[in-house]
């Protein structure tokens, strides 16, 4: 059983940064892609960004492009995501998950696919 947990959240005014930690349990880390995602109060899960188990391939969604960040560390079992200009609409939980199988770009968007995920770390940006 993977066990991930979040950390870094909390309250920052609009314009500023986060970054975000995943840290991951298990020996097998560098084999899972490993995504992010988002969800406000009342609205759908929402694709934030992916990485490839190497690191090598990183996807967004169009809304955090230019924006976030995404990177890993593979010997140190853990996941970021730095996210700058953050503004009101960023605010939401964020969720890390792992996929160990469904690794290619239209499954990593989908987050259907994935097999592991942490508790979240609530984000909330201040006008």
């Known amino acids: 059983q993977v066990q991930l947990v979040e950390s870094g959240g909390g309250l920052v005014q609009a314009g500023g940064s986060l970054r975000l930690s995943c840290a991951a349990s298990?020996?097998?880390?560098?084999?899972?892609?490993m995504g992010w995602f988002r969800q406000a109060p009342g609205k759908e899960r929402e694709f934030v960004a992916a990485?490839?188990?190497?690191?090598?391939?990183?996807y967004y969604g169009d809304s955090v492009k230019g924006r976030f960040t995404i990177s890993r560390d593979n010997a140190k079992n853990t996941m970021y995501l730095q996210m700058n200009s953050l503004n009101p609409e960023d605010t939401a939980v964020y969720y890390c998950?792992?996929?160990?199988?469904?690794?290619?770009?239209?499954?990593?968007?989908?987050?259907?696919?994935?097999?592991?995920w942490g508790q979240g770390t609530q984000v909330t940006v201040s006008s």
């Open positions: 998950a792992a996929n160990r199988v469904n690794t290619g770009l239209g499954y990593l968007r989908n987050y259907g696919t994935y097999d592991y």
């Open positions: 298990g020996r097998t880390f560098n084999s899972y892609a």
């Open positions: 990485i490839s188990a190497s690191g090598g391939f990183t």
